[in-house]
């Protein structure tokens, strides 16, 4: 298996494009979403209860993504969970709020778990058919189109919604999330293993179980559960241009196209640079640059001019966090071969939780003491997970084999060894 995938290698760019289905829809829930329910009468704190729920299916997809590690190739299971996540989405377009707010939620719900299947099999092309030395520009890659799809799904659907028609948009959001789907049949990837279902089940959890319980996997799925570096306001901002008294026009820039254009050059960048450092330790610096942007904006005057300069600050620094995340889970996922996708799905999923609780306790703190209240709660989270990490990694659980070696040579020893359980 390994043999063969040496020259089957694929160039990180391409999982830029197959990603964009997921950043699309991802960026749509994040930005559309909460800017048109706002428009329609709807208090942040209860978007923000929405946008926490819309995050629940990332947050259980280990679940039910071992599927995709049955039957048919992984990069077939992304364009048709692409395709009905699609059309999940556009039918929120469509649907009255408040007068059908659960109608809504189901259908929005529905399409982010769909849609969510993308980023899993994305990551598990990625994390079996890339060079291990390039893994952290592939995540830069994922991530750049991940998040600078907020110009497709944020940036062009708010301004077809605006400014021409929501049939416009509706039909601008299916095709942004199903034609770069399609860039998975360029992907060489090897036709999925023929195992009888319950060798294959047994082969699953093995290769979940070696992964999570190594120290490399565990400790990965502290970083993943921690506030740290979830950069849960990415999720709001949209919704917050009312209390900074940012035009339509600002909002639909700073969130989509200016905003897209630079967490897609964050995360690039960071994926570069991910290749020659400790992929670890700059996640946590994610966090500490996540608190101290919310400071200060939390401690700036409440304009337009710091809405467009907080944004972007802060968008800049979810590029450097959300790749730093990646390279992480494609680190510990390694060669994991024909059940990568539930093994990757795990990490996520974990990663999905926090995003969920930060900004729901965000939302509450708007709602008690307005958006600074809101900013200080963000600060205040990154913070105390930075310390909390810090002292479980270094006083709690140190690592007492060899604390020496760097994280990228233990994880590279923990894939030998799911490799070998194979």
């Known amino acids: 298996m390994t043999a063969q995938q040496a020259t089957r290698y694929s160039a990180p760019w391409i999982f830029g494009i197959t990603n964009i289905p997921f950043g699309v829809a991802g960026n749509y829930a994040a930005i559309a979403v909460p800017f048109l329910l706002r428009k329609s009468g709807l208090p942040i704190e209860t978007i923000a209860a929405i946008g926490a729920l819309a995050l629940l299916p990332a947050a259980y997809q280990l679940f039910w993504a071992p599927v995709l590690d049955l039957g048919i190739r992984r990069r077939s299971w992304l364009i048709l969970s692409s395709t009905l996540g699609a059309l999940c989405l556009v039918a929120t377009l469509f649907i009255k709020v408040p007068q059908h707010l659960v109608q809504y939620e189901i259908f929005l719900v529905l399409g982010q778990a769909l849609t969510g299947l993308v980023a899993s099999c994305n990551g598990a092309l990625v994390s079996t058919m890339v060079d291990p030395s390039r893994k952290g520009q592939a995540a830069g890659w994922v991530n750049a189109a991940n ?10 659907v708010l301004t077809l919604a605006n400014a021409v028609s929501i049939q416009a948009a509706a039909i601008a959001l299916f095709l942004c999330i199903t034609i770069p789907a399609f860039a998975a049949i360029f992907i060489a990837e090897p036709p999925p293993m023929k195992d009888p279902i319950v060798d294959h089940l047994q082969n699953m959890r093995r290769q979940v179980w070696k992964a999570v319980s190594a120290r490399t996997g565990w400790t990965g799925l502290l970083f993943c559960v921690s506030p740290v570096g979830t950069v849960a306001l990415t999720q709001l901002f949209s919704s917050m241009g009312t209390d900074y008294h940012a035009s339509s026009r600002v909002v639909e ?7 897209g254009f630079v967490t897609a050059a964050g995360a690039l960048a960071a994926g570069f640079i991910l290749d020659k450092a400790d992929k670890r330790k700059l996640y946590i610096l994610a966090g500490v640059l996540t608190a101290a942007c919310c400071a200060l904006m939390a401690l700036a005057p409440v304009n337009q001019n710091t809405y467009i300069i907080g944004i972007l600050a802060y968008l800049l ?7 730093a995340f990646s390279a992480v889970v494609y680190e510990i996922v390694g060669t994991a071969g024909s059940t990568a996708s539930t093994l990757y799905s795990v990490f996520p999923a974990a990663g999905n939780q926090a995003i969920a609780y930060t900004m729901f306790i965000d939302g509450q703190a708007n709602h008690l003491w307005g958006v600074r209240g809101l900013l200080w709660a963000d600060a205040g989270m990154n913070i105390a997970g930075v310390i909390a990490l810090l002292f479980l990694l270094r006083v709690v659980f140190p690592d007492k084999k060899n604390a020496s ?3 990228e040579t233990t994880a590279a020893k923990e894939t030998r060894e799911l490799v070998e359980i194979k």
Request: charged residues 0%.
């Open 147 to 156: 998040l600078g799809a907020a110009a497709l799904g944020g940036g062009l």
């Open 253 to 259: 820039w700073v969130n989509g196209y200016g905003g």
């Open 317 to 323: 620094i979810a590029g450097l966090a959300y790749s």
């Open 405 to 407: 070696v760097n994280v």
